[in-house]
């Protein structure tokens, strides 16, 4: 494990003693951490003035009770959360998750990368992000509207246009997005379609929405992949889930001339050497809510039941499921198949010694903070759609999310050959994300 910087080993300390038993924000914090020691010494007024601290500690953490009836009449209690982490650039902004693995550590790991993640947009938008212990799978609509409904009548009060902007995550689809704003709308009495986004395009949705964490990450790999004089075109790729983001990774690797190989789901994985089927994909997971077996089923295509995904040849990887998937046994199979390119589709997939390992070996390596930010890049589109009472076609708002995420890239290799690490992604995007917020913060005084 890398050493810190003298004035930031006390500072990741107090993360660990403050945050008692919350591994997934350590492991945050560190990793940005580990890439601000030549920001503090070619800029000790960060440190002087304890801007990185404040910065590791959120403006506001809210817990709260989600009670509700099952179908069977049955009272179910859930636990709701929302980390307002940083407000410097703008509102706070970021998903909500609903999955049975969530608790108050995961919710701050997400809101603090969400910090750099909307700061390398551009775009004025601070970071946070929500959830909840519910797990929505198995659930009837009723279940899932009811439970909404209640998560809502707490949560409104913490949120609107100007304050908060909540957006999907694991678990919160289009369906949970209009639960949740149907009853803020009936709550407040007031049509703010700014407060939320990733809506449907018939009630304040913005298009290429649901398309864009998928598609701005292979916008961002194949920026890293021309850096080098290379492409796309041809290039054999595993995507590991098969959710959202992992469906539009697969169809846009497949539009610019990829042939994605193998996804996978918890239960296994699927291995299509002729290149998945993506609209067959669609149709079993969104349309059936099906699960990756049915697909192979219904494609004739391999299935390993328990399967790792990473074991699949390849030369680029797209983990785009959930934190910490890709791990040391992982990296090494990529490296072993020949693998060229990371690029991380979910937040923070990759545990710290996998990308040590593939680093090491000459992978390059994208990090979730600039390669995924095309999702809440595009909602940011969407908040200014709404604000103007506007509606963009497809094709002007793909290409606004190309810009972005050419923009990004561009920022991250620029401010990694100006602090001495050239072609280092990771030092990029943290070192870029961190110094705008931080001059954010120092402007405003002491917050």
């Not at 993506?278 to 391999?302: C, F, P, Q, S």
């Not at 890709?326 to 490296?335: I, N, P, Q, W």
């Not at 710290?352 to 070996?361: E, F, M, V």
Request: contains cysteine; glycine residues 12%; proline residues 4%.
């Amino acid at each position: 494990m890398p050493e810190l910087h003298p004035k930031l080993s006390p500072v990741f300390d107090e993360v660990v003693a403050r945050n008692p038993g919350e591994a997934e924000f350590h492991q945050a914090a560190r990793e940005v951490l580990e890439s601000l020691g030549p920001v503090v010494s070619k800029h000790p007024e960060y440190a002087d003035a304890e801007v990185i601290r404040r910065l590791c500690e959120p403006e506001r953490q809210v817990i709260f009770r989600v009670p509700w009836t099952d179908d069977a009449g049955r009272v179910q209690l859930n636990r709701g959360f929302r980390v307002e982490f940083n407000s410097a650039l703008g509102p706070y902004k970021g998903g909500l998750r609903f999955h049975p693995s969530v608790y108050l550590g995961i919710v701050k790991f997400l809101g603090f990368e969400q910090i750099f993640k909307n700061s390398l947009t551009g775009l004025p938008i601070g970071g946070g992000k929500g959830g909840s212990d519910f797990d929505p799978k198995g659930r009837s609509a009723g279940e899932v509207m009811r439970f909404c409904q209640s998560f809502m009548t707490e949560l409104y009060r913490h949120i609107g246009e100007h304050t908060d902007v909540p957006a999907g995550d694991t678990g919160v689809g289009q369906r949970e997005i209009g639960y949740l704003f149907g009853q803020y709308k009936r709550i407040t009495n007031r049509y703010e379609s700014g407060t939320f986004t990733g809506k449907g395009l018939s009630w304040g949705g913005s298009r290429v929405r649901t398309e864009a964490t998928g598609y701005g990450l292979v916008f961002f790999a194949e920026r890293v992949l021309a850096a080098s004089g290379e492409s796309l075109e041809g290039r054999s790729v595993v995507v590991s889930g098969s959710g959202n983001v992992a469906i539009h990774a697969i169809e846009k690797v497949q539009q610019l001339g990829g042939r994605v190989v193998a996804c996978s789901d918890s239960d296994g994985v699927v291995v299509d050497e002729t290149g998945i089927d993506v609209e067959l994909l669609k149709t079993v997971k969104n349309g059936h809510r099906g699960r990756i077996v049915d697909y192979a089923e219904a494609r004739g295509a391999r299935y390993v039941r328990g399967g790792d995904v990473w074991t699949v040849p390849c030369e680029i990887a797209l983990p785009c499921a959930t934190q910490n998937e890709l791990r040391t046994e992982g990296a090494a199979s990529l490296v072993r198949n020949g693998c060229v390119l990371v690029a991380e589709g979910a937040n923070m997939p990759t545990s710290p010694d996998a990308i040590r390992l593939l680093r090491d070996n000459g992978v390059a390596f994208a990090p979730g903070k600039a390669a995924n930010a095309g999702g809440v890049a595009t909602s940011a589109l969407e908040m200014q759609q709404n604000a103007s009472r506007d509606s963009w076609g497809f094709e002007h708002t793909e290409e606004r999310l190309a810009e972005i995420m050419a923009s990004i890239h561009d920022r991250c290799l620029a401010t990694a050959d100006e602090y001495g690490s050239p072609g280092d992604y990771v030092a990029g995007a943290n070192i870029a994300g961190f110094t705008k917020v931080a001059d954010a913060m120092l402007a405003l005084g002491v917050i």
